[in-house]
T-cell receptor, first 111, second 113 residues
Framework: QKEVEQDPGPLSVPEGAIVSLNCTYS??????FMWYRQYSRKGPELLMY????GNKEDGRFTAQVDKSSKYISLFIRDSQPSDSATYLC???????????FGKGTKLSVIP | GAGVSQSPSNKVTEKGKDVELRCDPI?????LYWYRQSLGQGLEFLIY????????KSGLPSDRFSAERTGGSVSTLTIQRTQQEDSAVYLC???????????FGQGTRLTVV
């Protein structure tokens, strides 16, 4: 079992839809959770960072962590064509600097 | 600089040649990482530098790969005797000391022909 599992998609939604992106992880030591957005032929861009369980909101983006089920989510409200990208989840343990990434979900928002 | 800078952005090399990839981290960031992203794969950790401490080289896939960081700033990843399976995007990231959030550069797309 991979340490972080992420459905690669592709996921296609109409503009304005609510998007739900998800990852599961197996290592209960993971404490830090991140979402990165990666446009084609660009480097990953840090979108959201959360510590332990709970929700964090930033504009149209909400990150959610449920450590009891080892499940992390990113919600995008009022999705825009500019949100079309690959979204990568990443985790790390306390005192660890090494990030473990999911393989990414490719999202297309259709105008 | 404003962000992590990597050069070159693209590199095509012949099998068996050596290549050097450069990374200039965000000013003030003491931690520097190299990751590799292959087609259809997630990001794979290669090496980590923190200040003047000995680097964590546990992710380097073979002894053909090496990296150094001079003066606690710029880093160079060297791949000797390149093979076709080395073709990938090599990403550099940096972070503040003690912080997990890593900020990535645009990457170097390496193609070995």
């Amino acid at each position: 079992q991979k340490e972080v599992e992420q459905d690669p998609g592709p996921l296609s939604v109409p503009e304005g839809a609510i998007v739900s992106l998800n990852c599961t992880y197996s290592n209960s030591a993971f404490q830090y959770f991140m979402w990165y957005r990666q446009y084609s032929r660009k480097g990953p861009e840090l979108l959201m960072y959360t510590y332990s369980s709970g929700n964090k909101e930033d504009g149209r983006f909400t990150a959610q962590v449920d450590k009891s089920s080892k499940y992390i989510s990113l919600f995008i409200r009022d999705s825009q064509p500019s949100d079309s990208a690959t979204y990568l989840c990443a985790t790390s343990g306390a005192g660890s600097y090494q990030l473990t990434f999911g393989k990414g979900t490719k999202l297309s928002v259709i105008p | 600089g404003a962000g992590v800078s990597q050069s070159p952005s693209n590199k095509v090399t012949e099998k068996g040649k050596d290549v050097e990839l450069r990374c200039d981290p965000i000013s003030g960031h003491t931690a520097l990482y190299w990751y590799r992203q292959s087609l259809g794969q997630g990001l794979e950790f290669l090496i980590y530098f923190q200040g003047n401490s000995a680097p964590d080289k546990s992710g380097l896939p073979s002894d053909r790969f090496s990296a150094e960081r001079t003066g606690g700033s710029v880093s160079t990843l060297t791949i000797q005797r390149t093979q076709q399976e080395d073709s990938a995007v090599y990403l550099c990231a940096s972070s503040l000391r003690g912080r997990t959030e890593a900020f990535f550069g645009q990457g170097t797309r390496l193609t070995v022909v």
